[in-house]
């Protein structure tokens, strides 16, 4: 009886060591997803960009009077915008090297940091927060450009906002870059584990996608460790006939938009 009553207690002690374990590893995640998923970079406020093309600095004033930092740069002749959200690393003075792939194209590019990214103000806390602040600066391009003339694309953590975006919208082209069918799934593969309760980034791409009206372009690279091409798959099969599912040879995760297969393409699309 001794032994059983040893066995019981080491029993109740080791489980009780790992339930204590795992509430301070959920509570952790919890209170910290934020800084977990977005990994900006922050900026001085008097920080100058400096770019060899022409741009100009744009400052939104988002719901909650927080301050939006934004580049737009110009064309030559240009045709339109591109309106551009960027994944959850880095800032605009990374992010702005983009820009002459498009502006090549004959297109303007403005490209958005979330806030509590490079100068923009504030702090993400959750979803609705930064689909406001997507609406906000999506309404300062619109009052610049005709929406007919807009091509909204998302990169990585951006795909989901830019589909969200698109399906409240009406513009020229949604473009996807490595795309996650939804984040609320995809966090499931990162971080195992936590129970969806206690997550406050759903971002449910496929859901989205419904709902666009618009054709939809999705670029996926073949060798994308991060975010597995499987998921661009998937959401191909919800595209209507105007949109297409592109995946791209020797492609991974990062530097994208310097692919040349894609840029190839690319070009076809923006002539459209």
Known sequence: MEILKTIRFVLIVTFSVIAVIYIFFVSYIYFNQEEIIFAGSKL???YKFQYQQEFEEINVKSFDGKKLN???FKAKESKGIVFYLHGNSGSLDTWGDIASIYTDLGYDIFILDYRGFGKSEGKIENEQQVLKDLSF?????LERYEEKDVVIIGYSIGTGFAAWLASKNKPKMLILQSPYYNFLEFSNTRIPYIPDLFKKFK???????????VPVFIFHGKQDYLIPIENSVRLSKLLHKESHFYPLENQDHLLMNQNADYKDKLKILMQK
Do not use: D, R, S, W
């Open 203 to 213: 971002i449910e791409t496929n859901l989205f996608l419904a709902n666009v009206k």
């Open 70 to 72: 934004g580049l737009l």
């Open 44 to 46: 001085p406020e008097n």
């Open 137 to 141: 600066a999506y309404k300062n391009i």
